[in-house]
């Protein structure tokens, strides 16, 4: 893959809020604009389009997804979306979301531990040596110089 689509983006976003364990209802507008996977370093852009979109995954995947409809102030209704909380990747039926699906867990399984600065300090005295100013333990190699 070399950037997510506009329903990747979106599944993206909720498949973070469902593994997040809050399972809030994410309104639609909110899913516009850049988005970051940072587990596989791609981006992806969500346009006004949006709605349709999220419908789309919607028809594709019809076990994933539910909704509420809210009613904004000026009268109109948008809906908010979410991840039905006890789902299994059996509800995956669309082979881009399969595809970024399998990718993500992939990249989970093969995360690296965090490693900790190297050099011996206190605990909880910062670091003189390295460019970090986190408490010594808590940092990962890359912070260091």
Not at 29 to 39: A, D, K, L, N, Q
Not at 86 to 94: G, P, S, V, W
Request: net charge positive; with cysteine; aromatic share 10%.
């Amino acid at each position: 893959m070399k950037k997510l689509t506009q329903k990747q983006a979106i599944f993206y976003q909720l498949y973070k809020n469902w593994q997040s364990g809050t399972h809030a209802y994410i309104p639609v507008f909110e899913f516009m604009g850049e988005v970051h996977c940072t587990e596989l370093d791609l981006w992806g852009f969500v346009s006004h389009e949006c709605s349709p979109r999220t419908s789309e995954l919607n028809q594709d995947n019809p076990a994933l997804l539910e909704y509420i409809e809210r009613k904004a102030r000026a009268g109109g209704t948008y809906r908010c979306w979410r991840i039905k909380p006890d789902i299994t990747k059996d509800a995956l039926r669309d082979d881009a979301i399969i595809k970024l699906h399998t990718a993500l867990k992939r990249a989970a399984e093969n995360a690296k531990p965090i490693e900790y600065c190297p050099h011996r300090v206190p605990k909880g005295a910062l670091c003189t040596d390295c460019k970090h100013s986190l408490p010594t333990g808590t940092v990962p190699v890359s912070y260091v110089h």
